[in-house]
């Protein structure tokens, strides 16, 4: 089964300092990774992916995150935080068919000015 | 283009009561997908669909039916809803194989 750990519920940052947000995973198969974003009272937005290729994704808004085999994780890092980058951000893994995810429980990020 | 709506955005229910969520996805997606979110938990998958008539159990179904009549459709249903059905409930969608999942802005239903 797949499942997604995602360390640290709640990571809070100055303004331009560095976004370091982690996940682990654990999968039975080749794993695709994403990072989704939830902004105040809205839905998740995609963020990136991994699937298959480069290991060094990189997405909107700035960030990118690295898939690192051997440590089973995909770490979500932008190098200089921004106030609109407060939200609550997602680390999913593929899941079977349909295109099914198993979603991390969730990283608030908040912003210091 | 409205993308992935739902309704209604707020709802409050006594236990024992039913109600139907509706979600509307205007971009031809083959997929869609019904999902609670709950505090600490992220988001766990109640049941999904890979087409028009199709429906299948995700990781949290009990206490849930859905329907998808039409294709552009996605219906959740609470035949008695409990105090532990609230929660706010997101739908999704997508195409086959793109693995990008279109979320509506949800729906937070508390069941009193």
């Known amino acids: 089964a797949q499942s997604v750990t995602q360390l640290g519920s709640h990571v809070s940052v100055s303004e331009g300092a560095l976004v370091l947000l982690r996940c682990n995973y654990s999968?039975?198969?080749?794993?695709?990774l994403f990072w989704y974003v939830q902004y105040p009272n809205q839905g998740l937005q995609l963020l990136l992916k991994?699937?298959?290729?480069?290991?060094l994704v990189k997405g909107i808004n700035g960030f990118e995150a690295e898939f690192k085999k051997s440590e089973t994780s995909f770490h979500l890092t932008k190098p200089s935080a921004h106030m609109s980058d407060a939200a609550e951000y997602f680390c999913a893994v593929r899941s079977g068919g349909a295109q099914k995810l198993v979603f991390g429980q969730g990283t608030r990020l908040t912003i210091n000015p | 283009n409205a993308g992935v709506t739902q309704t209604p955005k707020f709802r409050v229910l006594k236990t024992g009561q039913s109600m139907t969520l509706l979600c509307a996805q205007d971009m031809n997606h083959e997929y869609m997908y019904w999902y609670r979110q709950d505090p600490g938990m992220g988001l766990r998958l109640i049941h999904y669909?890979?087409?028009?008539?199709?429906?299948a159990k995700g990781e949290v179904p009990d206490g849930y039916n859905v329907s998808r009549l039409k294709k552009q459709n996605f219906l959740l249903g609470l035949e008695s809803a409990a105090p532990s059905q609230t929660s706010v409930y997101f739908c999704?969608?997508?195409?086959?194989?793109?693995?990008?999942?279109?979320f509506g802005p949800g729906t937070r239903l508390t069941v009193t």
């Open positions: 999968s039975s198969v080749p794993p695709y």
């Open positions: 669909s890979v087409g028009e008539g199709t429906t």
């Open positions: 991994y699937t298959t290729g480069a290991t």
């Open positions: 999704a969608s997508s195409y086959p194989d793109t693995y990008e999942q279109y």
